[in-house]
């Protein structure tokens, strides 16, 4: 008796010492997360620190009205119009949201709605497979298959061209806009469709005026998420969109995007300290500036979604 008394005093103390363990692990664990929120805060405005240091550089040489309004692009020649950059980026961005967004929604709309189970399984991975290709891969097959095939239908076509970059971009954030269309869609509450269906709607008035106008604000945000990874991509576009800065709307010529520029200046052409050099960061930094916005905007449209359906 006296043992296990002895035993069931010892308990509290026992069960003290692994409360006290458990909020050493807990706050280790927090401390942990802490410090990767913290990377990933600190590495973003680290990012914004030097675009706008170097920037300044530029903009103290180069007028920023300039910069914004002149339509000759030309760093060679001390020419520092964004706006053939600009409307290059537009050109491709514009082109791959034609073909991509609505192919998106509607493949969303058949996974939510149409599909069984055993066909979801096979297209969604199918389409995701997609998005592990590598860009540069998708620039070649620009480069091999399809500027061939405009050419045959355009001869007019050139080697490099805005409508083959579009295309690749295009195809390549299908997966994301038809992944996130799906979610939003997915996420309607199934009382309003059987509301539609018990006062004797059809499937498709069902999809088409309950599902997609209830998850608008969420397919909205996705195509914005999906237009600001096209205006970033890089390979794809320096490959089969060239790199001769033009203020066109033609999307058979060949054009220059924002991120192509980076790329050639990032080569090392230009000298370290030039005016040239410095076109780097004022570039980066506008089109972080988009970039950022867009995203912004759709964080915003994603917030107003789930404050509906939580």
């Known amino acids: 008796m006296a043992m296990t008394g002895q035993t069931v005093r010892d308990r509290p103390v026992e069960l003290s010492r692994a409360k006290g363990s458990n909020r050493l692990g807990e706050t280790g664990i927090r401390l942990v997360c802490l410090l990767c929120a913290l990377i990933s805060v600190l590495t973003t405005f680290g990012i914004i620190f030097i675009l706008v ?10 007028s920023p ?23 290059g980026t537009f050109l491709i961005t514009l082109g791959a949201g034609i073909i991509a967004l ?33 860009t540069v891969v998708y620039g070649f097959f620009a480069l091999t298959v399809v500027t061939p095939y405009l050419k045959s239908i355009f001869p007019q076509t050139g080697a490099f061209n805005a409508a083959s970059g579009a295309i690749v971009v295009g195809i390549m954030i299908l997966p994301l ?47 914005i998420l999906a237009l600001s990874r096209a205006i970033g991509e890089t390979m794809a576009v320096t490959l089969a969109a060239g790199a001769t800065p033009k203020l066109t709307a033609n999307p058979l010529e060949s ?6 520029y980076i790329v050639q200046i990032a080569k090392g052409d230009a000298p370290a300290g030039s005016t040239q050099y410095y076109t780097l960061f ?29």
């Not at 599909?115 to 590598?134: M, T």
């Not at 930094?285 to 994603?302: D, G, I, K, P, Q």
């Open 255 to 260: 054009i220059q995007t924002m991120t192509a």
């Open 65 to 87: 009205v300039e910069f914004l309004t002149s339509k000759e692009w030309a760093p060679g020649n001390d020419k520092f119009g964004i706006l053939p950059l600009a409307g």
């Open 177 to 223: 806009v038809s992944s996130l269309c799906e979610d939003a869609l997915s996420a309607v509450p199934k009382s309003l469709r059987e509301g539609a269906y018990g006062l004797g709607a059809t499937k498709f008035e069902v999809s088409a005026k309950i599902v997609v106008p209830a998850a608008l604000s969420g397919i909205m945000a996705s195509f």
């Open 53 to 62: 240091r170097e920037s300044i550089h530029f903009f103290g040489k180069v």
């Open 102 to 134: 609505p192919l998106g929604l509607l493949s969303g709309l058949y996974l939510s709605e149409y599909a069984s189970s055993r066909v979801r399984k096979i297209l969604k991975p199918a389409l995701e497979i997609l998005a592990g290709i590598p």
């Open 282 to 310: 004022a570039v980066g930094l506008t089109l972080f500036a988009v970039t950022m916005l867009m995203n912004v905007f759709a964080l915003r449209l994603v917030k107003r979604f789930r404050q509906v359906y939580n």
